[in-house]
């Protein structure tokens, strides 16, 4: 009696983890029907720290996929307990080569989601506000998205109020978005023509410029920054308040656009800024 109780428990718990499979399954599956519904013009956030930042930032996270959720759960305890909540909520597990599929490259962290991008009207109020607290930096034609991204990480951490690009480079392209780590939600990325450029006082670095040591960067300031082969355009040029120049050894030609951006906040941060 009790052993044919203990079969009919086993067959049983078979049924329920059949079943439990086909749930996960079926979810596996919807996630990544709605992944592709929604992808073209969602913004891709690949890996956790994109979406760890996302999520800090009040973005509107869609979808989230991943390969490994008890790998992602762990990771989220030991690096940022503080969305840990909020990613198991939102996570569906898919097979490895699912997820692979879906994105451009697979990230070593095995997740990966989507994300309405903030309403452009929203950004361009922001950056149009004043007074400023903080400065919008200019990148004058950029080239390099890896640049760009990481430009977007320097921007968001020292709490500028946005970055502008000018030029055909997408500021939210996902290389972009990569490189910045999820932190275009932390503040206002747009593209804008030197014409739609906010208000304020524009500083363009140049190296013929006055050492920017000399400058006290007020709050509404324009931190402009050409690309490192061309520097600014003529355009800009002319529409700049002053020429500024970092400080810089005479062997040296130039420094990356990440750490000149890096450099001139936080001249203006020491000085008293955010």
Do not use: C
């Not at 500021?171 to 490189?179: A, I, T």
């Not at 709050?219 to 308040?241: H, K, N, P, Q, V």
Request: glycine letters at 8%; aromatic letters at 4%; charged letters at 20%.
């Amino acid at each position: 009696m009790n052993a044919a109780r203990g079969d009919e428990a086993d067959e049983q718990d078979r049924a329920d983890a059949g079943h439990a499979s086909a749930g996960a399954t079926a979810d596996a599956d919807d996630a990544v029907r709605r992944w592709t519904a929604l992808r073209d013009g969602a913004v891709l956030l690949d890996g956790f720290h994109a979406l760890k930042h996302a999520l800090r930032f009040d973005a509107r996270i869609a979808v989230v996929l991943t390969s490994d959720l008890d790998g992602v759960r762990a990771l989220a305890d030991e690096l940022a307990p503080d969305v840990t909540e909020a990613v198991a909520e939102l996570a569906t597990q898919v097979p490895a080569d699912a997820l692979r599929a879906l994105v451009p490259r697979a990230h070593p962290t095995g997740i990966a989601a989507l994300a309405a991008r903030p309403a452009r009207a929203d950004h361009l109020a922001a950056l149009s506000r004043t007074p400023r607290t903080a400065p919008v930096v200019v990148l004058d034609n950029p080239r390099n998205l890896g640049n760009a991204g990481a430009v977007i990480r320097l921007a968001a951490g020292f709490g500028a109020t946005g970055v502008v690009t000018t030029g055909p480079l997408d500021p939210w392209h996902p290389n972009v978005v990569r490189g910045a780590a999820g932190l275009h939600f932390a503040t206002a990325v747009e593209r804008l023509s030197v014409a739609s450029l906010p208000d304020g006082p524009l500083y363009a670095l140049d190296p013929d410029g006055k050492d920017i040591r000399s400058f006290e960067l007020p709050d509404d300031a324009l931190l402009a920054f050409g690309s490192e082969r061309s520097g600014i355009t003529d355009e800009l040029r002319a529409r700049a308040d002053a020429l500024v120049s970092l400080p810089m050894r005479p062997q040296v030609s130039s420094y990356n656009l990440a750490t000149s951006v890096g450099m001139a906040l936080f001249h203006w941060s020491a000085a008293g800024g955010r």
